[in-house]
């Protein structure tokens, strides 16, 4: 599906954590709400004029849906087709693959606090991309917050 759907490099990929970081209630300015989601990817997708879009995530199946509804064009690495076809892949195998695939990106949105987002980051600096195009997802901060003026943007 991604050799058929994604030309190399011409996508934005995503990583988008969830499971751990509800835990982090320190750092809710990376963890941000679903329609936050979905608007910061599709403005993030239409300023590199992207249309193709990978996710790499743990979330849940009803927000993964709530996006695809949202982002049509999203495509990830889909563990349940390969469960129903007979085909065992664990969480690490997974892992794998979305990191590949994530380091290739022409464009890559993930979250700060996650050491996951930082090595997909890590991979494509040695592939050559350029910092500019790493971002990270923001929430909404007050505006005494020390990051509220921060870019989401790596430099």
Do not use: Y
């Given at each position: ?22 835990y982090w ?19 993030l997708a ?46 690490a195998q ?62």
């Open positions: 599906m991604l050799a058929t759907n994604m030309r190399e490099s011409s996508f934005l990929a995503v990583h988008l954590r969830r499971n751990d970081m509800s209630k320190n750092r809710q300015h990376a963890w941000p709400e679903t329609d936050q989601v979905i608007e910061q990817v599709q403005t239409r300023s590199r004029n992207l249309s193709e879009i990978f996710l790499a995530t743990d979330a849940d199946g009803k927000e993964i849906s709530r996006i695809q509804r949202s982002i049509p064009q999203l495509v990830l690495f889909d563990l349940g087709l390969r469960k129903r076809m007979g085909i065992t892949t664990g969480e997974v892992a794998i693959v979305d990191q590949f695939v994530c380091s290739r990106a022409a464009s890559f949105l993930g979250n700060f606090w996650s050491t996951f987002s930082w090595a997909i980051i890590e991979e494509r600096h040695k592939l050559g991309h350029d910092s500019s195009s790493s971002h990270f997802f923001q929430a909404p901060l007050p505006r005494d917050h020390p990051l509220a003026e921060r870019t989401r943007t790596l430099r």
